[in-house]
């Protein structure tokens, strides 16, 4: 049986808030790159393949592990994450102030309809997990994924069996993706069952060790406001 393992990036600059940026550009975020480094000595160190989008985010949070296991970054063309909004009709934005255009785009969705040039429609990024999805049988065994949020809980949608074809297959995934647990540098085994078919299981105690070095920083942010705070 094949395995294969899906990574979540670790936090970026725009999960923390912060102002637009073009998609694939957005770095890791101070948080992230610690993140990044505790999850390098968490992985299994003997990966068959290590995959990247195209999207820095996923880059740099993969560099720690491929370091550790000396293995060079992969570029796969059908990883990168969905695009729904052109960065230049929402910039200068903070991440509060994007909720509103999100929120508008699921409210009214139409997997045909682009929101400017530098965006996705939902029917072109289901064809790229479709192709992924197709691709996923003769990748190596061990492959480990540094991945999308939006992108992956997509994967897990057709791996059940379902399709985005028209705007209610829209709004019924949108739940399924709001509800799917997906933090940063959250870690996901995928297992070849039988043709087509794989079986996918969360690696929870990845997860409670990040969610540990994500609490330390935070207890540490808010002790230095604190201090600042008081010496003023």
């Known amino acids: 049986m094949k395995t294969l393992t899906f990574v979540r990036h670790a936090q970026s600059v725009a999960n923390a808030g912060g102002v637009t940026m073009v998609h694939d550009a957005i770095p890791l975020s101070e948080l992230g790159v610690l993140q990044a480094r505790e999850l390098a000595t968490l992985l299994d160190p003997n990966p068959a393949a290590v995959h990247v989008s195209h999207f ?72 790229r997990v479709g192709a992924f999805l197709e691709q996923m049988g003769s ?39 709001l509800g799917l647990p997906m933090p940063n540098c959250a870690v996901f085994t995928l297992v070849g069952v039988v043709d087509g078919q794989w079986s996918v299981q969360a690696n929870t105690e990845i997860a409670r060790r990040i969610a540990d070095v994500t609490q330390a920083y935070r207890d540490r942010v808010a002790a230095a406001q604190l201090n600042q705070v008081q010496m003023k």
């Open 139 to 177: 990748l190596p065994d061990g492959t480990v994924i540094f991945g999308h949020g939006i992108w992956f809980a997509l994967l897990l949608w057709r791996l059940l069996g379902y399709r985005v074809i028209d705007a209610a297959d829209m709004r019924a995934f949108r739940r399924f993706q």
């Open 56 to 127: 820095i985010r996923t880059h740099l949070t993969a560099e720690p592990f491929c370091e550790r296991c000396s293995l060079p970054i992969e570029l796969n063309p059908y990883l990168h994450e969905f695009s729904l909004i052109d960065p230049a009709l929402i910039e200068g934005l903070d991440g509060e102030r994007r909720k509103p255009f999100v929120k508008a785009y699921w409210d009214d969705p139409d997997p045909h309809r682009r929101h400017g040039a530098q965006s996705d429609t939902f029917a072109e990024f289901e064809a």
